[in-house]
């Protein structure tokens, strides 16, 4: 089964400590994105990276870092600079250059205690 | 700036009757624009899409409408069922230009029994 897997569902972490996010595509697809999602708002862009080993900034990347050293993973971690990392975190991917075609994953729950 | 709008946070209809979500846009350069349908606590699922070089494109019970003098888009689902309620973002493109997909805020659909 092809896919995207978020884990864990649901994470709690406590103010000022770190905490990254896992997500991993098995689709061969070489664009992923992370999103963040807040009651009552759309999905905003936090990073998105094209290719392995590149990524740029979205819309609210302050406060998160990524990676991508394989096709298959774009872990974001939440750094404790991000003053409100409580939220719904998605991550989708595409193929290249179809990026109004993206599969979401089933997301990560993030609370900061 | 919020370049996509659905001023509809919430919808209510009874099984069987249309339901008409709404979105708008500001930046005339968009020119493919989805919709997506959201079950708590999942990533979004893709549901419809349409060109600017098209005003209508239908699938099923769902249908989009595209009014690009009004910078304007609606679906319709018919009839609606109980399993349609969800939230609905609608999403849009500058296929030409960005690599980031813009999202509404989401309208919640509820279909009563």
């Known amino acids: 089964d092809g896919g995207i897997t978020q884990s864990p569902k649901y994470l709690f972490r406590k103010e000022g400590q770190n905490v990254t996010l896992s997500c991993e595509q098995n689709?061969?697809?070489?664009?992923m994105y992370w999103y963040r999602q807040d009651p009552g708002q759309g999905l905003r862009l936090i990073y998105y990276?094209?290719?392995?080993?590149?990524?740029q900034k979205g819309d609210i990347a302050e406060g998160y870092s990524v990676s991508r050293e394989k096709k298959e993973s774009f872990p974001l971690t939440v750094t404790s600079a991000q003053k409100n990392p409580t939220a719904f975190y998605l991550c989708?991917?595409?193929?290249?250059?179809?990026?109004?075609?993206?599969?979401f994953g089933p997301g990560t729950r993030l609370t900061v205690l | 700036d919020q370049q996509v709008k659905q001023n509809s946070p919430s919808l209510s209809v009874q099984e069987g009757r249309i339901s008409i979500l709404n979105c708008d846009y500001t930046?005339?350069?968009?020119?493919?624009f989805l919709w997506y349908k959201k079950y708590p606590a999942e990533g979004p699922t893709f549901l419809i899409s349409?060109?600017?070089?098209?005003d209508k494109n239908e699938d099923g019970r769902f249908t989009v409408f595209l009014n690009k003098s009004a910078k304007h888009l609606s679906l319709h689902i018919v009839p609606s069922q109980p399993g349609d309620s969800a939230v609905y973002f609608c999403?849009?493109?500058?296929?030409?230009?960005?690599?980031?997909?813009?999202f509404g805020k989401g309208t919640k659909l509820t279909v009563n029994p």
């Open positions: 689709l061969n697809h070489d664009a």
């Open positions: 990276s094209q290719i392995v080993n590149d990524f």
């Open positions: 999403a849009a493109i500058s296929r030409a230009g960005s690599e980031k997909l813009v």
């Open positions: 989708a991917s595409s193929i290249a250059g179809e990026t109004d075609t993206q599969y």
């Open positions: 349409i060109s600017s070089i098209k």
């Open positions: 930046n005339s350069m968009f020119d493919y």
